[in-house]
């Protein structure tokens, strides 16, 4: 058993998608202007991670070495496109605002990266706990960034207004994301990286 | 008019690195020297270009008739996976010095997340430019594909010369890095920013 919790938490610290690997930027920076975005394009790549590594770690044994990466990648696509029309049908909100990057899952380095690294030597129930772990790891990670740049750019947390008045409206935009970041990869070095 | 207007909002204004967050991972893979950027921003500039145009046609005259737009993620990331491949192919047989210059990148370029993020901007976005949104037609998509990817290699070759400076300078040790590096960017794209409302 504690071989399997570890799978997980290894997610958070160890594997950390977003501040040890650093994989995954684009959708990192993008959206996590605000709380509520971050944890929403967290749990939508967490679901077709956990998704594409079950079916990964199923196939590999039948997949000729040499199309494997191609052969991922439409296992991938297919994933998403599942993800797209459940969004469209169930959360058309959170499905507009991530926009672009609910499709952009399939470029993911994650995604494709615990395929190769973890999902294709593995057995299934393994192979599904990496992916909760590793998008466990992304969710936290993103949601974090998310309340920061929230917090600082209007003053609020989860859309509820804590600090009156406009924030700085520089975290909400660009520059805040690449700060932000910066900013935590400098404490997570810091203090958490042995 | 409209032309231009594309041209300049897709390298400033709306710039794909610094505004968009497309194609960040190579970026900042691979801008530690000028030299390595510039060969990663010009097989960039020459796949998306390339990628956009065969996409383009595909969703205009294969999914929309059909119907079946909901299959555009798959099919572009098969085309755009494909259509590398036959590019590395092509140059190694009629261009082996340029082969040789963009070679090691070619096959990155597949998780490029800007190759397929301007694929699917170009065939789902309305733009506004010359006053009504509409979508963009073939002539106005191509010139959109590039001066985009013109805005990748102007960013990413100014902050590889930024970055060359970092190395040789004393920076305190958990910035070292990758950290010093974002707040670098982040620097750019406050600088970018004067070009909001340009366009």
Redesign the interface.
């Known amino acids: 058993m504690g071989k399997k919790m570890s799978l997980i938490l290894d997610g958070f610290v160890k594997n950390n998608p977003t501040f040890v690997l650093?994989?995954?930027?684009?959708p990192t920076?993008?959206t996590t202007t605000s709380a509520i975005n971050g944890l929403e394009m967290g749990l939508a790549t967490l679901f077709v991670l956990v998704l594409s590594n079950i079916a990964i770690s199923l196939l590999a044994p039948i997949v000729p070495d040499k199309v494997h990466i191609?052969v991922y990648?439409?296992v991938i696509?297919?994933f998403?496109?599942v993800l797209?029309?459940v969004m469209q049908a169930y959360t058309p909100g959170a499905y507009t605002t991530l926009g672009?990057f609910i499709?952009?899952i399939?470029?993911?380095?994650i995604v494709?990266g615990r395929a190769e690294a973890f999902a294709n030597k593995n057995g299934v129930l393994d192979s599904a706990l990496d992916g909760l772990g590793v998008g466990l790891g992304f969710t936290l990670s993103l949601t974090v960034i998310g309340i920061i740049r929230e917090i600082l750019g209007s003053g609020s947390v989860f859309g509820w207004k804590f600090i009156p008045g406009d924030g700085i409206l520089?975290f909400v935009?660009?520059?805040?994301?690449?700060?932000v970041?910066?900013?935590l990869?400098?404490?997570f070095?810091?203090y958490l990286k042995k | 008019m409209e032309y231009f207007a594309i041209i300049i909002s897709a390298i400033f204004v709306n710039n794909i690195l610094l505004a968009q967050f497309l194609g960040i991972c190579p970026f900042l893979g691979v801008s530690n020297k000028i030299s390595t950027a510039t060969g990663m921003s010009g097989a960039v500039c020459f796949v998306i270009t390339l990628a956009t145009l065969v996409t383009y046609l595909i969703n205009q005259y294969l999914l929309v008739p059909f119907g079946l737009e909901f299959l555009q993620t798959i099919a572009f990331i098969l085309v755009i996976a494909s259509l590398v491949q036959i590019v590395e192919i092509v140059l190694k047989k009629i261009s082996p010095s340029l082969y040789q210059a963009l070679g090691i990148f070619l096959p990155l370029i597949t998780t490029n997340c800007a190759v397929l993020g301007v694929a699917i901007t170009v065939v789902t976005k309305e733009f506004t430019f010359g006053g009504t949104a509409h979508m963009l037609n073939l002539g106005q998509a191509m010139v959109y594909a590039l001066a985009t990817s013109v805005g990748y290699g102007i960013a990413m070759i100014l902050f590889a010369g930024l970055r060359e400076h970092l190395a040789g300078n004393e920076v305190p040790k958990p910035f070292r890095g990758l950290p010093i590096a974002l707040i670098t960017v982040s620097m750019m794209a406050m600088a970018f920013l004067g070009f909001s409302g340009m366009v």
């Open positions: 650093v994989l995954g930027m684009c920076l993008a191609p990648i439409v696509a297919t998403v496109t797209q029309l672009l499709p952009l399939v470029v993911n380095c494709l520089a935009m660009a520059p805040g994301a690449f700060l970041l910066g900013y990869m400098v404490l070095n810091k």
